[in-house]
């Protein structure tokens, strides 16, 4: 004997043996399969994804999340389900790490002054050869660079990676703690 659940976007069956080992204990599906107990059949309105990352996490006992599944979606259903306590916290913890990173990514995508070319630049694209400068300033007098003699319109004499303004190493600086905060 198995167990249908229909949901919004297909069905999944679940044999017996397997409710048996890992679905089987207090929480909002035995609750629905003991108030059905004479049919096999049980409706949702859920999507299915979410459902098959619950039950697989049950079988798994480790927090498995399938494609295109909302954290949040996710851990509302699985609290209002009555899942497991070291499911819920696992969710929760998985959506803190995501913000993390996607601020992480937005720091690679925020353009940031340089400090020795003036030019902009996102640190996913600095190189070794992003930044062409010269180290001195232009003597007007000589119309040579003071740092290597270089005339106006000169290959500067230094490459490197840029470098970013005081200001915005403040900015990393607060996204990293506000990070190490949560």
């Not at 459902?51 to 996490?57: E, L, N, Y």
Request: charged share 20%; glycine share 4%.
């Amino acid at each position: 004997m198995s167990f249908i659940i229909e949901l919004r976007d297909g069905t999944i069956t679940i044999p017996k043996k397997m409710y048996e080992l890992y679905l089987d204990f207090d929480w909002y599906l035995s609750g629905l399969v003991n108030f059905n107990l004479g049919e096999n059949k049980i409706s949702l309105w859920e999507d299915k994804n979410v459902v098959m990352s619950i039950f697989d996490s049950l079988k798994y006992k480790k927090l498995i999340v399938h494609e295109n599944v909302s954290l949040e979606y996710l851990y509302i259903l699985a609290d209002m389900w009555c899942s497991p306590k070291w499911l819920i916290d696992g969710i929760k913890e998985k959506q803190q790490t995501n913000q993390q990173m996607n601020e992480k990514i937005n720091i690679l995508h925020h353009t940031f002054n340089c400090y020795h070319c003036s030019s902009g630049f996102r640190e996913i694209n600095n190189t070794p050869n992003s930044c062409k400068h010269h180290l001195r300033m232009f003597n007007h007098n000589t119309n040579k660079w003071n740092c290597c003699g270089g005339s106006h319109g000169s290959d500067p004499c230094i490459v490197g990676f840029h470098v970013a303004q005081i200001y915005d190493f403040n900015l990393v600086y607060n996204l990293i703690n506000k990070n190490q905060e949560t």
